[in-house]
Structures are given as C-alpha cells and as structure tokens.
C-alpha cells in the first residue's frame, strides 16, 4: 500500500450548527495505535463577523470531557490566526491542523466558538504513522475503500 492509503479517517463535524456564544466540541479522536494526525477543520459562514471566536485541538489521556486539555501550539488566536471571511462571496474558512502524537495524550478533540450568529463546522483527522497498517475499510474508518 503507498503512503495515503496507510491511513485512518475519523470524522470530526459532519455539518454541525453551532449557536452563537455556544462552544462545538467535535468527535473524539482516538489515536490508539497511530503517531500524528492531520486535522482538516472547515467553517461555514455567511457573514465576516461569524468566523470562529475559538478553534482549538485539546487532548487527554481518558475520554471524560473535564480532563480535556489544550495543545500547545493548537489554540487559535494563540498560536495560530483564526481566519475571517474575505469577501461577500466567500463563506468557508478551512483550517490544517498537524498533531504529533510523541508525548501527547491518546484521545484529542476539536473545540470551536462562533464570533457571530452561528456556524457550521465541518471537520475530519487523518491518522497516520500506524503500528498497524489497515486493511479493511472498516479499519481505515470510511464506509468503502477502493483503488486505482
């Protein structure tokens, strides 16, 4: 298998509204067996005063909510800067955000806070660097795998 096939999928958002001044937690990812993750996050916006207030990746060791913490290098705002809708036309605003697993914790989440009337977000981790590579699809988390 070449490298892009040697990985996992988890859906963060699938089309999740978030209310305004309401936080959006995503999926629990679960890194059990894998070294990175590359998490491609997406808000949907109609107006420039909608783009997120937060975007933010935490993790932690247990999949209570309350041990969840975040990660260095992974707050925006902080680390990195949240995006803004640049034109009537536009209402989407990708994110690309990498975690290395190294000394992390098993189990990451994204948390996002729209700036205005709401937003939907939209999201998946890409998991990578496995112990194990998949070879099913369930193992690679879509519904159907096929190559060409």
């Known amino acids: ?3 892009l096939q040697n990985t996992k ?3 963060l958002f699938d089309g ?3 209310a305004t001044n309401a936080t959006a937690a995503s999926n629990l990812v679960d890194m059990e067996g894998h070294h990175e ?3 491609l996050v997406w808000t949907e ?3 420039a005063t909608n783009a997120p207030a937060t975007l ?3 993790h932690s060791d247990t999949t209570d909510a309350t041990n969840f913490a975040d990660v260095t290098g992974l707050v925006g705002g902080t680390d990195f800067t949240l995006g803004a809708v640049s034109s009537t036309t536009q209402s989407t605003i990708p994110y690309k955000l990498h975690y290395n697993r190294g000394k992390g914790k098993r189990y990451l989440r994204v948390v996002t806070t729209p700036g205005g009337t709401g937003n939907s977000h939209y999201g998946v981790a890409i998991l990578s660097r ?3 590579l998949p070879d099913t699809a369930a193992e690679m988390g879509v519904t159907a795998f096929a190559n060409a």
């Open 16 to 18: 999740a509204s978030c």
């Open 56 to 58: 933010k990746v935490q």
């Open 37 to 39: 993750a590359l998490l």
């Open 45 to 47: 916006s109609a107006a």
């Open 9 to 11: 999928q988890v859906i």
């Open 1 to 3: 298998m070449r490298n």
């Open 130 to 132: 496995s112990k194990e």
